[in-house]
């Protein structure tokens, strides 16, 4: 990597870790920059994820006001988080390179999606009765987003907090924390599958993980006070440019 090239994934990964604490999808900031640089999109893949990883914690303990009373919580569905991110990143290391350009094209576009619709998505939950506790269909939504997030991390916030606005009786906030405690508990986990076993860029890890410790911080202090239609709006747009990359390269 050029000097150049190096400030472009740390700046990346300080709007990745500042999206991912306040909304979820950082990896398609973060993703797209690594394959920009040059790198395989599955050592893209992996590199970021675990760059991705102290960021996480760095939103999560500028949420801590909001996580008090969600110990049992987290408890009950951090084992659906982990078993889903060990199926997905297997699936990530064992495929063939092809399927994986294909399927995360897919995802990318999902996810997309997710964000664009995350306005109405957040009008419906706001509206729509919801129990205190979330039952075997929330473990199982855990489970699901565990197994998407080993695979490719980016929209798994956004799944995630979709499934718990809609299953659990909280407040919007306590549920953002909670969504970054098991997005962390799934990249953690995945990178430690990654570190052992695939093939792993750390100069490009380090630099993600440098920008996405501020980021996670500034998106804990901060995040509430983005334009929300801009941000929807240049996610979308690195998005596309990931799919491009992705068909192009």
Partial sequence: MTPWEMVAVVAAGVAGGAINTVVGSGSLITF????AVGLPPITANVS???????????GVA???????????????????????????????????????????TVLIAISCALVLIQPRLGALLAARPRREHGGPWLWLGALAAG??????????????????????????????????????????????????????????????ALGSIAGGFLGARLGRRLPAPILRAVIVCIGVVAIVQLLTG
Wanted: charged fraction near 10%; proline fraction near 3%.
């Fill in 62 to 104: 500028g949420y801590r006001a909001e996580l008090a009373g969600q110990r049992a919580r987290l408890l009950r569905l951090a084992p659906a988080s982990v078993v889903g991110a060990l199926a997905g990143g297997v699936l990530l290391l064992t495929l063939p390179e092809g399927t994986f350009t294909a399927v995360v």
């Fill in 147 to 208: 197994a998407y997030g080993g695979y490719f991390g980016a929209g798994q916030g956004i799944l995630l907090i979709g499934l718990l606005g809609i299953l659990l009786d909280d407040g919007l906030q306590r549920l953002n924390a909670a969504k970054n405690v098991l997005v962390v508990l799934v990249n953690g986990t995945a990178a430690i599958l990654y570190t052992l076993v695939a093939d792993v860029d750390w100069l490009a890890v380090l630099l993600v």
């Fill in 48 to 58: 970021n994820n675990i760059g991705l990883v102290p960021g996480g914690l760095a």
């Fill in 32 to 35: 797209p920059t690594l394959l």
